[in-house]
């Protein structure tokens, strides 16, 4: 069957940390994948896009790395701050209009 | 701009009953789409329309029905509500970044709903 996983438990770290966050997939071929923001009782906001034959994407403190020999995106926020706290989450595009979320990883910055 | 509007923001139905989500936006996006989010289960793919007059089902589209007359419209319709169908409901549009089709979506704030 088709999965998409997130870290499954909350992430805490210490402000000016890095953070590390992972989506794994199962049974898609991804053209491209996305990273979206989500605050409490708001809707998601789109962060990045990175394509199946790109490596890695960079935007200010965030990176995306997309490596599909072993199927997996890690997002890196560097040098944290407490207001980066959210929930992160990914999403797939394979050829066609259908996206596919991940259920999301909780990111807390600790002051 | 607006941006992705969606009303109402909180909705209480009875089991049976019928009600349309609605959904707008003003950025002449060609895509929009209807995504429902449950606790553990990610947002999930409803309904999708890449332009006015055409619409396609996504990954639960049962229960739901959507039309798209104009650019800016989206409505969800929910003939017959059921418990089940208790969730958030977000409408998104996006356009293509790409020429090979990559869309960044515009999410709206959501639609609480819940079903007695």
């Known amino acids: 069957s088709q999965k998409i996983e997130q870290n499954s438990e909350a992430l805490n770290i210490q402000e000016g940390k890095t953070a590390t966050l992972t989506c794994n997939y199962t049974?898609?071929?991804?053209?491209?994948l996305q990273w979206y923001r989500q605050d409490p009782g708001r809707g998601p906001v789109f962060l990045l896009l990175i394509r199946e034959n790109e490596k890695e994407k960079r935007k200010e403190r965030l990176k995306v790395t997309f490596d599909t020999t072993l199927k997996q995106s890690l997002f890196h926020i560097t040098a944290s701050q407490p207001a980066d706290s959210a929930t992160y989450l990914c999403?797939?595009?394979?050829?066609?209009?259908?996206?596919?979320f991940g259920t999301g990883t909780s990111l807390t910055v600790i002051p | 701009n607006a941006g992705v509007t969606q009303t109402p923001k909180f909705q209480v139905l009875k089991t049976g009953q019928s009600m349309t989500l609605q959904c707008a936006q003003d950025m002449n996006h060609e895509y929009m789409s209807w995504y429902r989010q449950d606790p553990g289960m990610g947002l999930r793919l409803i309904h999708y329309?890449?332009?006015?007059?055409?619409?396609d089902q996504g990954e639960v589209p049962n229960g739901y029905n959507v039309s798209r007359s104009t650019t800016e419209d989206f409505p969800l319709r929910l003939l017959s509500a059921a418990p089940s169908q208790t969730s958030v409901y977000f409408c998104?549009?996006?356009?293509?970044?790409?020429?090979?089709?990559?869309?960044?979506?515009?999410f709206g704030p959501g639609t609480r709903l819940t079903v007695t």
């Open positions: 329309s890449v332009g006015a007059g055409i619409t």
């Open positions: 998104a549009s996006s356009y293509s970044v790409t020429s090979g089709g990559a869309y960044e979506q515009y």
């Open positions: 999403a797939l595009q394979p050829t066609g209009n259908q996206f596919y």
């Open positions: 049974n898609y071929s991804p053209a491209y």
